[in-house]
Nanobody, 125 residues
Framework: QVRLLESGGGSVQAGGSLRLSCTAS????????AAWFRQAPGKEREGVAA???????TYVDSLGGRFTISKDNAKTTLYLEMHDLTLEDTALYYC???????????????????WGQGTQVTVSS
């Protein structure tokens, strides 16, 4: 059984930084996709960043290079470094994993099988 547990969320002022972590059990990040999604109140869940088994990252264009996804295969941990946070980054952030392989062109929920419970990120002015 695959379990994903996010941590690292919290409250931060605009312009600040956070690092989210996702620890996996029953899944290793060398065998499939992993990604971060977020969902703000009243909005649909959207992909933020993803990484394939070989470590190739994919980002949504709207982030402007502020976020970095990485993974520690030995620790089965996925990370999301977030910088220059804005009010629009406020959301519940989810870790997701998939047994799919290959290059990730689009970060869409339907491609991911397992999900964490989410960690809240709140950015204030």
């Amino acid at each position: 059984q695959v379990r994903l547990l996010e941590s690292g969320g919290g409250s931060v002022q605009a312009g600040g930084s956070l690092r989210l972590s996702c620890t996996a059990s029953g899944f290793t990040f060398t065998t499939g996709y992993a990604a971060w999604f977020r969902q703000a109140p009243g909005k649909e869940r959207e992909g933020v960043a993803a990484i394939n088994a070989q470590g190739r990252p994919t980002y949504v264009d709207s982030l402007g290079g502020r976020f970095t996804i990485s993974k520690d295969n030995a620790k089965t941990t996925l990370y999301l470094e977030m910088h220059d946070l804005t009010l629009e980054d406020t959301a519940l952030y989810y870790c997701a994993a998939s047994p799919m392989s290959g290059i990730i062109y689009w970060i869409v929920p339907k491609d991911f099988t397992w999900w964490g419970q989410g960690t809240q990120v709140t950015v204030s002015s």
